[in-house]
């Protein structure tokens, strides 16, 4: 059973950095196609964020490029994702996805295994 715990969300001021970190138990991490997605209230969950099984193959979506990164520890089964400048529309729940193909998968289609998610809120 793959288990995917993230942590490190809460509340913050617009301008704040946060890092979310999501570590997995139960598979062979290095394996995987990481990523994160977020969920804002009433919309549709989206991607963010995702690296391959080769840590230097990463996409972002378009409106968190150049304040986002994503990066992944093999040694320690975590994937990380560093935050900067938060901005009210970062709102939401995001959560850590894995893949099988360890590719990075840009919908949730792709996606074999899920956290629970994280809350993250930035005030104005």
């Known amino acids: 059973q793959v288990q995917l715990v993230e942590s490190g969300g809460g509340l913050v001021q617009a301008g704040a950095s946060l890092r979310l970190s999501c570590t997995t138990s139960?598979?062979?991490?290095?394996?995987?196609?990481m990523g994160w997605f977020r969920q804002a209230p009433g919309k549709e969950r989206e991607f963010v964020a995702g690296?391959?099984?080769?840590?230097?193959?990463?996409y972002y979506a378009d409106d968190v490029k150049g304040r986002f990164t994503i990066s992944r520890d093999n040694a320690k089964n975590t994937v990380f994702l560093q935050m900067n400048n938060l901005k009210p529309e970062d709102t939401a729940v995001y959560y850590c996805?894995?893949?099988?193909?360890?590719?990075?998968?840009?919908?949730?289609?792709?996606?074999?295994?899920w956290g629970k998610g994280t809350l993250v809120t930035v005030s104005s």
């Open positions: 996805a894995a893949s099988n193909s360890g590719t990075v998968v840009t919908g949730s289609a792709g996606v074999d295994y």
């Open positions: 139960g598979g062979t991490f290095s394996n995987y196609g």
């Open positions: 690296v391959a099984w080769i840590p230097t193959r990463r």
